[in-house]
């Protein structure tokens, strides 16, 4: 396969993931925006999912019409639900004979979709509950569509590893977007319901429903949100995955460059896996979630170097 | 009457040939297309008209317009009613092309080696080492099978009586035949059932066609060579095209940054390294494919690839240099290349053309001017162009005075009217001009053309122009059996 299209697969993947975990993420601080409107604040959010001056994102402020049209619709946010989906589909334009017509369509569609004035009144005047279910209900389709029809081939090893890496960052930056907004204290005994939210947005809250029987606390939605096998978006399964997209690869790869990668990703997991984080030790929970996306972000900077031939 | 509603406004203009309408009413070769819709109510066509729109949006075929910073997504217009042709018609134009095809072959083969043409005083040498696309380099420069052709596109048009003629040979990189294929796919999803009850031949060989002549072109003794496209990247208005065919081809759609050239062999870069790379069908043109050879700020070619293809390392599809032959000037002498080479009588006509450099001719253009077209040499998309007929006397003057300037560069051709077909258009059938560009494949095995072709409609009412840069559409075009 060529290096620019590997690269071209794994960042459309990686962008319909981000795309969804955005997504998820609104739909989830919208509704609480609605709830809790004592507590609320869209800042934490703003200063991680747009790439406006502070100052402006200052300005935004907690309107919430504004601050769904700044992060989904602004052309001019480079991290804008847009943009994102402006990119994937770019990306599977470089690369339509190596993705199924099916999954072009449907990512092109999804362009269409963003772009179709009804959302953008939908946000503004009407529900935006609904015109986020549209957009994730059309993710969801693409990744139906992913998985029935793409061949089994290196394309689809590139597209699953860019989706679980993007997914194990998105786990860690929102459950680390949670803690700030909590100051990393949470010894406090009573429920926090930020976590319930992150919860929400990882589509995990019913796994710790039916794991734990309506008992909250906080320290079991870090072990899930961590560690938690059965939960497609731990941090612990997005790499375990990652690992095995990978080692699918080990035919059709250079040695060195396998080898180099296979460090990396087994590093990465044991630092997961021989972990013990509580949450009584917010220094150490601050430093974990730090190192862990450092070796996340060092495992994209390798394949960017060792299989994309972009040194 | 009722039963000819759709057909009730359908009014064919005097002197010039309809596709479907002849003095005794409609063609035999439309009539089982007519009496099927023409019963149909305006919505239900409408209802038609929408669903292709749609179907070209959501399959992508569409080209990207930039304006104020954002692209802006549009579909190539297409006219949902095809354009039909009989077999004996067919038969006529194959033959034709076949015929031209070979002779413009050898012409090539002969003008960058040993021009015997011109020593024998049949082409001017003038004429040739005065066109830019001459192409010094390809001179002496061994081609695979001496086929410097292998993908043409010709554009054929129809004067008042019907007969056909040849107004352009597109032999460097003619674009347009995704559309072909993917009119064809959207018609049968519009108009279900009538490609078989009409015993429409197919052109889905067409692909495996074209796979079959380029990887027979590949040097090297492998069983499976390997053939990519290549292709000046997204932003290409012909991107889709270039997709299109990457991926009914099954081979691997490339960049000129995705390949390298070392020790006079090209490579591709992929996840396991370098790959050689046998036969390539590029479409970027001639001066941006090797910046060491052509034009040095080419950011869209390959370094050194022309070496790689003077030693025969790989193959290049079309040969460059091609565009000596299509030059507006020396179309003029395709039908005495025909003779010349072949010993034949050409089958197809040649627009009479005047050469500009010639003085007695641009005495008698410029007193007839407005019954004139003049065209550049070197230029092509519906630009550069002049009609008489539809031109004010300030634009004559200008094009006079740049004639006189650069008499080489300017051709002119009486107006031919070109044949009108139905179209679909604001909810009534009107005659629209068309012309037609049937691709031909040629190879090692002979020359291949698919049955049918690229009908181009010129969508502006009375507008002569059908180039999609002019606001000209498409067509499916159907070739009975």
Redesign the interface.
């Known amino acids: ?6 690269d071209s697969v794994f960042w459309m993947a990686r962008y319909m993931e981000r795309t969804n975990g955005t997504l998820r993420l609104l739909r989830t601080n919208y509704i609480s925006s609605q709830d809790e409107v004592q507590d609320f604040s869209w800042q934490p959010l703003l200063r991680s999912y747009s790439d406006a001056p502070a100052k402006e994102i200052l300005a935004i402020g907690n309107d919430s019409p504004k601050v769904l049209e700044h992060l989904l619709l602004d ?1 001019h946010n480079g991290a804008s639900v847009f943009n994102n989906i402006t990119r994937a589909r ?1 990306n599977a ?2 690369v ?2 190596h993705i199924t ?1 099916e999954v ?2 449907c990512l ?2 999804y362009y ?1 979709l963003i772009r179709d004035k009804n959302i953008h009144v939908q946000l503004q005047q009407g529900d935006p509950v609904t015109a986020l279910d549209s957009l994730i209900y059309h993710g969801m389709l693409y990744h139906g569509t992913v998985d029935i029809t793409m061949a089994r081939g ?1 394309g689809f090893n590139y597209l699953n590893i860019g989706k679980f890496l993007e997914r194990a960052i998105l786990s860690a930056d929102m459950l680390n977007i949670k803690l700030t907004e909590l100051n990393y204290n949470l010894q406090q005994p009573v429920e926090v319901p930020a976590l319930r939210y992150l919860l929400y947005s990882l589509s995990g809250y019913e796994l710790y429903l039916k794991t734990h029987r309506g008992n909250f606390q906080a320290d079991q939605v870090l072990q899930q949100v961590l560690y938690n096998d059965n939960f497609p978006h731990s941090v612990s399964y997005c790499l375990k995955q990652l690992f095995r997209y990978f080692e699918r ?1 080990e035919t ?3 040695p060195e460059s396998y080898k180099q990668l296979e460090f990396l990703i087994g590093r990465a997991m044991n630092n997961v896996k021989y972990s013990n984080i509580r949450l009584s030790d917010s220094e150490g929970l601050r430093n974990f979630l730090h190192q862990t996306r450092q070796e996340l972000f060092g495992i994209a900077a390798a394949f960017n170097q060792y ?3 972009n040194s | 009457m009722e039963e000819h509603s759709l057909l009730a406004n359908y009014n064919v203009q005097p002197r010039v040939w309809d596709e479907m309408f002849g003095k005794d009413g409609i063609r035999p070769t439309y009539r089982n297309f007519v009496s099927a819709i023409q019963n149909l109510s305006s919505d239900e066509m409408t209802h038609k008209d929408e669903l292709a729109k749609k179907l070209f949006m959501s399959q992508g075929i569409t080209f990207t317009v930039y304006s104020s910073g954002e692209g802006i997504e549009k579909i190539f217009p297409f006219d949902i009613i095809p354009r039909i042709l009989e077999a004996a018609e067919w038969k006529h134009i194959e033959e034709g092309i076949k015929q031209r095809l070979k002779a413009l072959n050898i012409f090539l083969k002969d003008i960058y080696n040993q021009q015997f043409i011109i020593k024998d005083g049949i082409v001017p040498a003038k004429l040739i080492y005065s066109c830019p696309n001459f192409v010094r380099q390809m001179v002496n420069v061994e081609v695979p099978f001496d086929i410097y052709t292998h993908i043409s596109g010709i554009d054929l048009i129809r004067d008042h009586d019907g007969t056909y003629y040849v107004l352009e040979d597109n032999l460097r990189t003619p674009s347009g035949v995704s559309y072909m294929l993917e009119n064809r796919s959207i018609t049968y999803r519009i108009f279900p059932d009538l490609l078989p009850k009409n015993n429409v031949r197919s052109v889905k060989d067409y692909p495996d066609l074209l796979l079959k002549n380029l990887v027979a072109l590949a040097n090297r003794q492998k069983s499976d060579p390997t053939v990519v496209l290549l292709t000046p990247g997204i932003y290409n208005s012909a991107y889709f095209e270039h997709t299109t065919l990457a991926r009914m081809m099954g081979i691997e759609l490339v960049e000129g940054s995705d390949l390298v050239v070392d020790n006079h062999k090209v490579y591709m870069k992929t996840t396991t390294g370098l790959k050689q790379v046998d036969v390539i069908y590029r479409r970027v043109d001639d001066d941006f494919i090797d910046p060491l050879v052509f034009r040095p700020d080419s950011m869209l070619g390959v370094p050194g690839i022309y070496g790689a293809y003077r030693t025969g390392h790989v193959a290049i599809v079309n040969a460059m240099g091609n565009g000596v032959a299509d030059d507006k000037a020396v179309y003029s002498y395709v039908p005495a290349m025909i003779r010349y080479y072949l010993n034949e009588e050409p089958i197809l006509k040649n627009v009479p053309t005047y050469q500009l450099a010639i003085p007695e001719n641009r005495k008698l253009v410029f007193e007839n001017m407005d019954k004139m077209v003049i065209k550049k040499t070197n230029e092509s998309g519906g630009y550069g162009m002049l009609i008489g007929s539809a031109a004010t006397e300030k634009e004559m003057e200008s094009f006079k005075l740049a004639i006189e300037e650069d008499p080489r560069s300017f051709i002119a051709q009486p107006i031919i009217s070109l044949s009108s077909a139905p179209c679909y258009i604001n909810g009534v059938l009107q005659p629209r001009r068309v012309d037609l560009r049937p691709y031909a494949l040629y190879g090692p095995d002979g020359i291949d053309i698919v049955p049918g072709g690229l009908t181009r409609v010129a969508l502006k009412e009375g507008s002569l122009v059908v180039n999609s840069s002019q606001g000209g559409g498409s067509k499916d075009t159907w070739v009975l059996g």
């Open positions: 396969m060529l290096s620019r299209v590997a052309r770019e334009r470089a339509q004979d017509k072009w369509q092109n569609d269409h290196e690869l059709e790869s250079l299989y994309f031939g």
